[in-house]
C-alpha cells in the first residue's frame, strides 16, 4: 500500500511524501490495538471541515483549508472511557507537528483552532479530552473519575503519543520539531505536558493558564460571594463595573507615562476607590459607589489569602472591570460551581452557600492531584532543550494575570537556586489591556496570533498568522519556533491591534510586550501607535 502511494504520488509530480492514503482502513493498521480510527477523509484546497452542532463544543466547521487529510481516532483509555482526537495532515506539510489546546470543559475536538495551525504547514492534532460538552457542563465528571482524568492529562498525551507515529508514517518521515499552543484550559494543557510529558514538545506555546484549578475555581466563587447577597448594601450592580472601569482608567492610565487609555503597569497604580463615593453633590446617583461597595471593590482587587495567612489565589488587576460579570454577577461563576459539585464532591446538591475554606482544602485533596499542574520544577523539560514561552492579558478578569506570575515567580524560585537562568529557557509576557486570552475594549495591542486568536479576528477570510506581519517578531508562535529551531531568544514581541479588531480595517497600534519582569518604556519620540517608539527594559 506505501508502494502504491509513492507510485501514485510520483505519477502526480507532487513533492509531498503521501506515501499513504488517506483512508481508515491505512491509518487502523498502524493504530496500537486500544485505538482504532473513526474516519480518514481527504479534503481539496478550499474546502471545508469540521462536525457542525453535533461537536457541541466546537460547532463551527473550518473553511478554505490547504488541501489535506482528515482523521479521527478513538482511544480507548480504561474500561470505562475513551477520547478521540482529530489531525489535519496537509498536503504541504512543513515538517513539524503542533497539538492544540481546549478552553473551559470544553469536550470536542477543537477543528477551527486546528485550522489556524495549519495554515502554517502543521500536521495539527487536537482532543476532545474524552467527553462531550459545552464549556460550563461538567455533568461528565459526576462520579466519573476516569473521565476526569482523561480531561487532565490523560487524553492530551495520549493522543499526542499516537497522533505523532500517524504523522511519521504518513509522511514517510519523522517529525523534525514539535510544538503545542493553548489559552486558558489549553494554556493548563501545555503547562501539564511540559511538567509532566517534557519528551513531548520542543516548544510549548501557553496563554493565560488554569493550571491552579483547586485555588482558581475556588477563589472564583470567593468573589462572587463577596459581591452577594444581591440585596445587600455592599452589592454592586453589575451596571457600575463600566463605572469602575473608567475611574480605574482616569486614575491608571498614565501611571506608564503615557495617557491613552492602556493601564500597562496595573501594580504600579495606587487606586483610590473614595473617588467614587456618592455625596450629597453627586449629580448621577447610579454612576457612584456607597462605603459597603468600596469595601467589595477592595476585596475584589486584594489577594486571596484565607485564614492563618494561606496565600489561595490573587486577585482580579485593575483595569479587568470589563470581565467582572464573568466572576462577580448574581451567582458565583457556574463553571466554579460545577467544579466542586463534579470534580470535588460528586454532590449536584452543592451550593455556594456550602463554600468554605474546608471547600479549597478538598478540592486540593480530592481534585488537586490530578488537575493541578503545579509543580515548579520544570528542569526536565529544560534539559531536553524545550523553550517554553507564556503570556497573560493583563486586563482578564476571568483568570487572573496575577497567577501566572506566581507560577513564572516560583519556577525562578525552585531553579535558580539550582543554577539555571530561566529566562534561557521560559519567558512570560504580560500583554497589557487583553482580555482573557483575546480582545480588548481599550484599543491595546494584543494579537500576537496564540492560541484561539486568529479566530476571534473579524475577516471576511479566515486569518493566518499576524496579517501584514508574519514574522516571528510579531508572530509568538514563529517566535517560539525561531527560539527552539535557531536558538534566538524572544526579546520582545510586537503586539498587533486591527481598527475594531477587524484586519481589513487595518492597523491602529503596535506595541512590544516585554519579558516578565521588565517593562516597555515609551523613548519620547515618534508616534506612541508604533512599537519602534518604545523599548523593553529589564528591571
Ligand atoms: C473558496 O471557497 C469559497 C466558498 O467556501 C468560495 O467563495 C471561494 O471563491 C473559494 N476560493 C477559491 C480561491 O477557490
Ligand atoms: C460541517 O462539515 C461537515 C463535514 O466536514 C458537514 O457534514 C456538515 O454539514 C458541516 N456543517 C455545517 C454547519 O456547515
Ligand atoms: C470509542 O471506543 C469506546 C470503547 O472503548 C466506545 O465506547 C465509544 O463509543 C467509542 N467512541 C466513538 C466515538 O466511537
Ligand atoms: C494504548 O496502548 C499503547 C500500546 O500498548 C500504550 O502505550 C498506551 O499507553 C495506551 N493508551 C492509553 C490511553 O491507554
Ligand atoms: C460524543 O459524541 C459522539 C457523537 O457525536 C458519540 O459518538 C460519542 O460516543 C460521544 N462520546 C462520549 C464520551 O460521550
Ligand atoms: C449538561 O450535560 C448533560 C450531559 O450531556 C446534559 O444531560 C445536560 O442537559 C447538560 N446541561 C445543560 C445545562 O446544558
Ligand atoms: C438576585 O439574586 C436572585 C437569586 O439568585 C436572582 O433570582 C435575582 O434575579 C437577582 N437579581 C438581580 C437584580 O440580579
Ligand atoms: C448615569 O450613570 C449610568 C451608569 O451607571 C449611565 O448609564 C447613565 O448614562 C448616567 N446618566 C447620566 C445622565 O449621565
Ligand atoms: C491555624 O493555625 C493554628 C495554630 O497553628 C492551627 O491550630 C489551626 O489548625 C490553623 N487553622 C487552619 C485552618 O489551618
Ligand atoms: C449546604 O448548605 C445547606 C444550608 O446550610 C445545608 O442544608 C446543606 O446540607 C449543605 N450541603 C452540603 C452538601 O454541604
Ligand atoms: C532560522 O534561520 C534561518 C536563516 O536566517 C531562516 O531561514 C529560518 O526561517 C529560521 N527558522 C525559524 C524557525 O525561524
Ligand atoms: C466592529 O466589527 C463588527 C464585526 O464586523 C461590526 O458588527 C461592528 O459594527 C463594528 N463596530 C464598529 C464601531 O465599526
Redesign the pocket.
Known sequence: MKLAGIILALGFHTISALAFECTAFAFDIIL????STLYAVPVPANGTFGEGPSNVAYPTNATNLPALCAVSVN???SATSSFTFGLFLPHGWNGRFLAVGNGGFLGGINWLEMSSGVRYGFAVMSTNTGHNSTNSNSTWALNNREAEIDWSY?AMH?SI?IAKELVDAYYSSAIKYSYYSGCSTGGYQGLNEVQDYPEDFDGVLVGAPAWWHSHLQTWSIKVGIYNLPNTSAHHIPSALFPVIGAEVIRQCDDTDGVADGIISEPRACSFYPEALLCTPSTVNRSACLTSPQIDTVNKIYADYVETNQTFIFPGLELGSESQWNLVAQSVPDAFSIGYVQNLVYDDPTWQWWNFSLQTIQDAERINGPIADADNFDISPFQARGGKLLQYHGYADGFIQPGSSKYYYDHVVRTLAPMGMDVADFFRFFFVPGMRHCSGTVVGAPWYIAGSGQANSLYSSTPVRSVPGYEDADHDALLALMRWVENGTAPEQIVATYYENNTVSEGVVRQRPLCPYPGRAVYSGEGSVDEAESWRCEAI
Not at 32 to 35: D, G, K, L, V, W
Open positions: 496500537p490495538s486500544n485505538a482511544v480507548t483509555s490523560r495520549g503519543v
